[in-house]
């Protein structure tokens, strides 16, 4: 699928605003994949399609999780998790994407997993640091991605633990599982 296809599709799924979040993530994914070594065609199209269920209805993401098979403990945790996973899912289903890689980029962008895949990484990194984001942390993120892919990773893991924390809400465990399988493996 190329770009434009990607995009049309996208926009249709999506707000003004989040459309232009979207347009960030995908560049800076193409930054980000060039300068690790990821596959910048498979970053485009996984930035691209990141978002594409985030404003489906809850009731129909619910659904979608029970029937697919999703872990139930989503539903357990704030709703903004369940984008990712239904995203993946919908994305092979309506936009016809196989590509494994791919959908498990867009599956894993809000939690994370452990042992991270490179696309995985580029990702969840670009939809953090885009240039659209302000927000307390984000520019030390940004100033680490430059040199140290984990090592931005960690600290964009750290924010988010610590922002959740501060307003009382509980953690997905696999982004606690995440954030340890980075400190406890790091690569430098």
Same mark, same amino acid.
């Given at each position: 699928?190329?770009?434009?296809? *990607?995009?049309?599709?996208?926009? !249709?799924? %999506?707000?003004?605003? =989040? $459309?232009?979040?979207?347009?960030? +993530?995908?560049? &800076?994914?193409?930054?980000?994949?060039?300068?690790?070594?990821?596959?910048?065609?498979?970053?485009?199209?996984?930035?691209?399609?990141?978002?594409?269920?985030?404003?489906?209805?809850?009731?129909?993401?619910?659904?979608?999780?029970?029937?697919?098979?999703?872990?139930?403990?989503?539903?357990?945790?704030?709703?903004?998790?369940?984008?990712?996973?239904?995203?993946?899912?919908?994305?092979?289903?309506? *936009?016809?994407?196989?590509?494994? !890689?791919? %959908?498990?980029?867009? =599956? $894993?962008?809000?939690?994370?997993? +452990?042992?991270? &895949?490179?696309?995985?990484?580029?990702?969840?990194?670009?939809?953090?640091?885009?240039?659209?984001?302000?927000?307390?942390?984000?520019?030390?993120?940004?100033?680490?991605?430059?040199?140290?892919?984990?090592?931005?990773?960690?600290?964009?893991?750290?924010?988010?633990?610590?922002?959740?924390?501060?307003?009382?809400?509980?953690?997905?465990?696999?982004?606690?599982?995440?954030?340890?399988?980075?400190?406890?493996?790091?690569?430098?």
């Amino acid at each position: 699928m190329d770009r434009n296809d *990607a995009l049309r599709l996208v926009k !249709e799924q %999506l707000t003004d605003h =989040r $459309y232009n979040h979207t347009l960030g +993530v995908m560049e &800076t994914a193409i930054i980000l994949a060039n300068q690790y070594g990821a596959k910048e065609k498979k970053a485009e199209l996984a930035a691209i399609f990141h978002d594409y269920a985030k404003f489906r209805p809850k009731e129909e993401m619910k659904n979608i999780i029970l029937e697919q098979g999703m872990p139930s403990e989503l539903l357990q945790f704030n709703s903004e998790l369940w984008h990712a996973p239904v995203g993946a899912f919908l994305v092979q289903k309506e *936009a016809g994407l196989d590509d494994e !890689e791919i %959908l498990d980029a867009i =599956r $894993y962008h809000t939690s994370g997993r +452990v042992n991270m &895949t490179l696309l995985d990484k580029v990702i969840y990194l670009a939809d953090y640091i885009e240039p659209g984001r302000h927000f307390p942390g984000v520019e030390e993120v940004r100033d680490l991605a430059k040199v140290n892919l984990n090592q931005a990773l960690i600290k964009a893991m750290q924010n988010t633990i610590q922002f959740l924390m501060k307003k009382g809400q509980p953690v997905f465990p696999a982004t606690f599982y995440t954030y340890n399988n980075l400190v406890m493996y790091q690569e430098d």
